[in-house]
């Protein structure tokens, strides 16, 4: 799996229906994350989704990619759903910037937020300040279309409910018993069903914490 965190700078290029990583020159020695990645698709929307496929063209594939098409299909403009292309030779590489080890993978993003009281006279700009993701790569889970629902559904729940700031604190700090709480506070009672799905909640950067028994 080829290191993309030192010098190189990538970009999320569109290839038919999916979407793959490109090679930028380099840029110093800062860290690239998947929030540099993903900053031209976030920055339209609220929530942004992606799934990354086994490579097999397994009925895992073929579920998870129909159970998403659905979804986006019946969500406003402000959620998108997107496939990364399995020929993609940074694929892995794409995988490491969310921290997950091997595909299939679902991941959903919270956008890119304006900020800047216009009232007070500040102009208003795009910050990328606590993004976060959710991911399910439970195969268990994403082989079934109404476990993947479910996953979907209460994820962007949480992305759209609850507090940006304090997920992202709790995260960079591994709280998993308050990231918990402030879930079961934020988005109603979801949290049991939430940890039942096996989610990973991560930062750019790679920081992140599995909550129920996925490991991966």
């Given amino acids: 799996m080829s290191d ?9 290029r569109r290839y038919q229906s ?22 031209g698709p976030l920055g339209a929307v609220q929530v942004y989704v992606l799934y990354f496929p086994s490579r097999f063209e397994l009925p ?22 997107d496939f990364w292309d399995p020929r993609d030779p940074s694929f892995g590489a794409a995988l490491s910037l969310f921290d997950l080890r091997h595909p299939p993978a679902i ?4 956008g890119l937020r304006r900020v800047g009281d216009a009232s007070r006279g500040e102009q208003s700009r795009i910050s990328d300040e606590n993004l976060y993701c959710i991911s399910f790569s439970d195969t268990e889970i994403l082989s079934t279309p109404e476990r993947t629902a479910s ?13 940006r700031r304090e997920i992202a604190a709790y995260i960079r700090s591994r709280r998993a018993a308050a990231l ?3 879930v079961g506070r934020g988005a109603g ?28």
Avoid at 192 to 204: A, H, I, Q, S
């Fill in 60 to 81: 895992v594939d073929e579920t998870a990619a129909e159970t998403l098409r659905t979804f986006g299909q019946h969500t406003p403009t402000a959620t998108s759903v």
């Fill in 151 to 163: 996953a979907v559904n209460l994820a962007h729940e949480v992305l759209v409910r609850c507090d």
């Fill in 189 to 216: 009672a979801v949290r049991d069903e939430l940890v039942r799905l096996n989610p990973r909640f991560g930062l750019p950067g790679g920081i992140s914490i599995a909550l129920g028994g996925s490991t991966n």
């Fill in 4 to 12: 993309i965190t030192g010098s190189s700078r990538w970009r999320l």
């Fill in 180 to 182: 918990l709480r402030l």
């Fill in 107 to 110: 991941v959903l993003a919270t």
């Fill in 18 to 39: 999916t979407v793959r990583m490109e090679r930028l020159r380099a840029l110093g020695s800062e860290t690239f994350t998947w929030a540099d990645l993903l900053q």
